[in-house]
């Protein structure tokens, strides 16, 4: 039996990752004709062309994109191996985490993140997965995703999870919707067309059961995959948007036209929390990673409701 080359694995990595032989060489200090002749290794070793030229542009096959995650996660875990013991320089560290999160965390903590990896970690980069019809827990186990950011639910019982922060929901409307002109009762809420916001396509979201318990329904005319659409969707219609607060607020203070109301049908708490797999406790980027976020998570939390305050 012949044994594979170990070395093809890290520049299949590299290739998949940059999408390019040039950006592929530059990373694996290689000339791009030397990273030429590893694709046609890599070739020959998986029987399969690995990338094909369309145009300009190399596209991954069918069978490299099926590959990409766990070529991606063997390479990971052998770095761990030679870095066991050995004190790890961050700022010189090219790591990349693919992140799945809820877009109140990107709304309202991304930029300070990025501006703690700019300083402590500036060769890292972050990767947001799309939600997927994929179990998460299933893709924290498989590598697809290195942390899930979202709404507390129930994960394996090996998975890690920190809880981040608190949110409540909220009604938004343009500035001068016509809710405004009286008080807003269950029954005036129903009178308006609303938006529902889900990346799975759902029309039914946490206000349509505190509804039906007044004997109401709302007509969701509008489903769309983020909250940005939504909020833009407002501004030229007198549709109504149930959204978690603290993206809400997030929006007020970038200066849409939007004004916010509170529900008169109160949701519940919801609690944002982080989640890891387990073979990624001792990983000291993936370690600074989430500890970066929890510690920025609860100072945003503070100076946003200190900020709000004053907007009162």
Known sequence: ?????????????????????????????????????????IRD?????????????????????????????????ATQVFETGTPIDLTSLDRRFNVRATDEFVSIHLGHLLAAMATEMPRAMLRFSPEEDDVDEEALRNGRID??????????????????????????????????????TPERLTRWEHINVSRRGKAVGPIDAALEAHGLRRHV????????????????????????????RSALAAGLGIRLFELPTPL?????????????????????????????????????????NTMK
């Open 1 to 41: 039996m012949v044994r594979p080359d170990l070395n093809l694995l890290l520049a299949l990595d590299a290739l998949l990752d940059e999408g390019s032989v040039i950006g592929a060489a530059r990373r694996m200090n290689l000339s791009p004709p030397a990273m030429s002749r590893t694709l046609s290794r």
């Open 45 to 77: 070793a998986l029987g399969d062309p690995v990338f094909v030229q369309v145009g300009r542009k190399l596209m991954p096959t069918p069978k490299a994109l099926a590959l990409r995650e766990q070529v991606r996660m063997v390479v990971e875990r």
């Open 147 to 184: 942390l899930f950011i979202s709404a507390s639910r129930k994960l394996g019982p090996e998975i890690r999870v920190q809880s981040l922060f608190t949110t409540t929901f909220v009604g938004v409307a343009r500035a001068h919707h016509p809710v405004f002109d009286d008080e807003i």
């Open 268 to 308: 519940e708490t919801v609690l944002l929390t982080q989640a890891w797999h387990p073979r990624l406790d001792g990983d000291p980027a993936h370690q600074w990673l989430r500890n970066t976020i929890h510690a920025l998570c609860s100072t945003d939390e503070a100076q946003i409701l200190r900020a709000t």
């Open 221 to 248: 005319a509008l489903v769309v995959p983020n909250p940005y659409t939504a909020l833009f969707a407002l501004q030229d219609s007198d549709l109504l948007l149930p959204l978690p607060r603290h993206l809400a």
